[in-house]
């Protein structure tokens, strides 16, 4: 436990130092967050009928998205993996006395959870301050903080679950841009960041939330937005539950059939 | 005919400091360090001279490389090559030098070395047949007949030493700076690459200044040695000036060379 | 002319080192095309479930779209090299290219040539055509011409956002990345007419980053909503920027010179 603090702990000083790198990723983000809710509202203009939430929960949705984008963009991949699989090195991970599962595993979360420490607190105190309804409404019930909380974390494994997956089957094939690609861009589809699922023709959401990928981002914001209340909450975190676990099994199972591999081809 | 005059440069560094509280204090307020690279340097080379140019890690040799290919300016001082100034007239003054970087290369990864060659050609507008002559000779001196058709990515390393060399002189320049040229490469190579650059020099007259850390190439083509420590010019003489700076035990010229590291403190 | 020349050898020589990873190749092409399908995805939901943003039907908003995403991927696949600038310096490469005896800027343009983005163009290209049979604008040859001109804007523009980039560069590799808002953001962004962000975007985009000049304003005359026919040649305008650009670089490259890598 204690190295990957101090890995943590690395890789935050790192970030401070480049403070001009900060401060323009900030900036970067708050223009994004703006130019989302600018769009939105001139669709809300056009037809406020077939707006499918309120304007206030869409606008929390669009700055939590900026806010921890780090946690949950699907197109975050460590080239270093990829490329240790390739070359081989690979195999001095499999010598550790630690499964590689576990250590990748928690490598992304690290990853992910240092990048998004250091964005989220400007842009989400920013976005509080913004008037309503084009800034971040904060719920009043204090048991959606903690389920939102809750959700953020299955959120967030689902998605560490998920690049494990795609880890995993680089050791099938050799060339992972393919992969890397058609992946990501289906996956950000259906995980909400093109646009908000509730946005899709109801036939076509119908079919997306059955995937594990609306899992993801897309259950934590909404529950904080208020756009998912009562039975549809639970029903939300049971099913975040279960892809979480499908994921890791699979993740795992692909692992061990993948090192029988390479230890039979002489690694 | 290289002349150098006085020659100055400073750069500013930012100061990075270590641990927690430091980086918090760096958000707000940058500190810069002052870096003397060179301080008054002068020299001057001949046509036809080959030039060692020595000093420890740090001291101004790329620098100096630099200001003299016309990539840097310098804060003051002249420098004139062949009657012009570098940075001044630098698409002219480039027509006339070619420069080797040990560490880095100018060849193209994935297709055959003659590519990059012709390319090279067609960017320095180097007529017909005097590329051809030039590739002939550059071929023949370096052995390349079996290697000019492959990809760089597939040569060895001293393989690809001689290309880069190659390259460097498809334009047939006056002038040829060596940054580093055998790092790395094996005994053979090294040898080879060493015969060439003389060859070069007896052939074409052929202006050489080499800086390198490898002692033995100083040995083997250095008529004259520039040292230099802390940005500044600290000996300028022969080889021979060189070799009886010390008496026995210094038997090596690595050992000469590092007793006047001491000496100056560098 | 001979520049044209040598700008045709360098490209010849990246298409036969692409062809040297034809797999690699393929994969990446196929990769872009999806992810531009995924934007398209997005507008046409959106414009399903909404039928007209601010006055605009689906098949203008198309027609906006694919110019925009023309112009990007023209611009992308040319000035790919400048995009990767901090690259370039930071590997010594911009060092090299100081040391021939052509213009700096031509070889940093001539050294990549980005033709992964081809299946990004061939997607631009049939949703072109498919904006332009799809729309209800009556198409005369001056029409056709203004399209070609709000592309070529898009492409100068868009050129000249990477030159800046570039330009910063010479000064800090560091916090670079806010640029990404006008480069993918523009693309992002560009999907619809850039009027319907509301004034404030539209101000900027008119006076600091021309825009609205190659996307917006033509494209009321094309589309009938506006009958100043001055909008027309304003995407001429546009082209300008390259200018400020051309002196950013001018003035970043003699830094650089001075202060070394």
């Known amino acids: 436990m204690k190295k990957y603090w101090s890995f943590f702990r690395i890789r935050f000083i790192r970030g401070l130092q480049y403070r001009t790198a900060a401060l323009s990723g900030m900036v970067t983000q708050f223009v994004w967050g703006s130019m989302e809710i600018l769009l939105f509202r001139a669709f809300y203009q056009a037809a406020p009928e077939n707006f499918p939430m309120t304007f206030e929960a869409l606008s929390t949705y669009v700055w939590l998205q900026q806010a921890f984008l780090a946690l949950y963009m699907v197109w975050f991949w460590e080239s270093e993996l990829f490329n240790s699989v390739a070359t081989g090195d690979v195999a001095y991970e499999l010598c550790r006395p630690v499964r590689l599962y576990d250590m990748w595993f928690v490598r992304g979360l690290a990853v992910r959870l240092s990048k998004a420490v250091l964005r989220c607190m400007p842009i989400l105190v920013f976005s509080w301050f913004l008037p309503a309804p084009y800034g971040l409404t904060l719920p009043g019930d204090v048991k959606i903080w903690a389920i939102t909380i809750l959700s953020m974390t299955l959120g967030l494994l689902l998605i560490v679950a998920f690049n494990m997956i795609v880890y995993m089957s680089v050791f099938y094939t050799v060339s992972p841009q393919g992969i890397k690609l058609f992946v990501t861009s289906l996956a950000e589809f259906l995980s909400g960041s093109v646009i908000p699922l509730p946005f899709l023709p109801n036939h076509v959401r119908a079919i997306v939330e059955l995937l594990p990928f609306a899992s993801a981002q897309n259950v934590p914001f909404r529950i904080f937005a208020g756009d998912i209340t009562g039975p549809d909450l639970t029903i939300s975190i049971l099913k975040q539950t279960f892809w979480l676990f499908a994921f890791v099994l699979i993740g795992r199972f692909l692992e061990k059939r993948a090192l029988k591999r390479v230890v039979i081809q002489g690694g | 005919m290289i002349q150098v005059e006085h020659m100055n440069k400073t750069f500013k560094v930012t100061r990075r400091s270590a641990g927690f509280s430091n980086a918090v204090k760096a958000l707000f307020h940058k500190e810069t360090d002052t870096v003397h690279a060179l301080s008054d340097i002068s020299f001057s080379i001949g046509d036809g001279e080959m030039v060692g140019y020595i000093g420890p890690n740090g001291a101004g040799k790329s620098s100096t490389i630099k200001i003299l290919s016309g990539i840097l300016t310098p804060d003051n001082g002249t420098c004139l090559i062949n009657g012009r100034i570098p940075w001044k007239d630098r698409r002219e003054h480039v027509k006339d030098i070619g420069v080797v970087f040990g560490q880095r290369t100018q060849l193209w990864w994935d297709v055959p070395v003659i590519d990059s060659f012709e390319l090279l050609r067609d960017i320095y507008e180097i007529p017909r047949h005097q590329y051809l002559t030039t590739l002939e000779e550059l071929t023949d001196l370096l052995a390349l007949e079996e290697i000019i058709k492959t990809p760089a990515r597939q040569l060895s390393l001293g393989q690809r030493m001689r290309c880069e060399i190659a390259a460097s002189l498809l334009h047939t320049p006056k002038i040829l700076f060596l940054d580093e040229p055998t790092i790395g490469l094996d005994a053979v190579s090294k040898l080879a690459v060493r015969d060439f650059i003389r060859k070069l020099n007896r052939i074409h007259k052929t202006t050489v200044l080499l800086t390198t850390h490898d002692m033995q190439d100083i040995d083997a083509l250095a008529d004259r040695v520039l040292l230099i420590g802390k940005g500044r010019l600290l000996l300028d003489g022969t080889l021979s000036d060189l070799k009886s700076r010390c008496e026995p035990p210094c038997a090596t010229l690595d050992e000469i060379v590092a007793s006047l590291y001491r000496e100056f403190q560098i | 002319m001979n520049s044209i020349r040598l700008y045709v050898i360098f490209f010849l020589m990246h298409l036969k080192s692409m062809m040297q990873h034809k797999v690699s190749f393929f994969m990446t092409l196929i990769g872009q095309f999806l992810i531009s399908f995924n934007v398209f995805l997005g507008v046409y939901f959106m414009m399903t479930r909404f039928n007209q943003v601010k006055g605009f039907s689906y098949s203008e908003v198309l027609l906006c779209f694919s110019i925009t995403l023309m112009a990007f991927?023209?611009?992308?696949?040319?000035?790919?090299?400048?995009?990767?600038?901090?690259?370039?310096?930071?590997?010594?490469?911009?060092?090299?290219?100081?040391?021939?005896?052509?213009?700096?800027?031509?070889?940093?343009?001539?050294?990549?040539?980005?033709?992964?983005?081809?299946?990004?163009?061939?997607?631009?290209?049939?949703?072109?055509?498919?904006?332009?049979?799809?729309?209800?604008?009556?198409?005369?040859?001056?029409?056709?011409?203004?399209?070609?001109?709000?592309?070529?804007?898009?492409?100068?523009?868009?050129?000249?956002?990477?030159?800046?980039?570039?330009?910063?560069?010479?000064?800090?590799?560091?916090?670079?990345?806010?640029?990404?808002?006008?480069?993918?953001?523009?693309?992002?962004?560009?999907?619809?007419?850039?009027?319907?962000?509301?004034?404030?975007?539209?101000?900027?985009?008119?006076?600091?980053?021309?825009?609205?000049?190659?996307?917006?304003?033509?494209?009321?005359?094309?589309?009938?909503?506006?009958?100043?026919?001055?909008?027309?040649?304003?995407?001429?305008?546009?082209?300008?920027?390259?200018?400020?650009?051309?002196l950013l670089w001018k003035f970043g490259l003699k830094h650089y010179q001075s202060t070394g890598s």
């Open chain 3, 73 to 246: 991927t023209l611009a992308e696949t040319v000035f790919r090299s400048l995009d990767t600038f901090e690259t370039i310096i930071g590997n010594g490469e911009f060092d090299r290219i100081l040391l021939r005896p052509k213009n700096s800027l031509f070889l940093v343009l001539c050294s990549k040539v980005d033709l992964t983005r081809f299946g990004r163009l061939i997607q631009a290209v049939v949703m072109l055509v498919y904006g332009i049979c799809y729309s209800s604008i009556k198409w005369t040859p001056l029409r056709c011409i203004l399209v070609v001109l709000m592309i070529l804007g898009g492409v100068c523009v868009f050129g000249a956002i990477y030159l800046i980039f570039a330009c910063l560069c010479f000064f800090t590799l560091e916090g670079l990345e806010f640029m990404n808002v006008f480069t993918d953001g523009a693309r992002e962004y560009g999907k619809y007419p850039i009027g319907i962000y509301g004034k404030t975007v539209l101000f900027i985009c008119t006076y600091l980053v021309p825009f609205a000049l190659f996307q917006y304003y033509p494209f009321l005359y094309l589309t009938g909503k506006s009958d100043n026919s001055w909008y027309s040649l304003l995407p001429l305008f546009s082209v300008l920027f390259l200018i400020p650009a051309f």
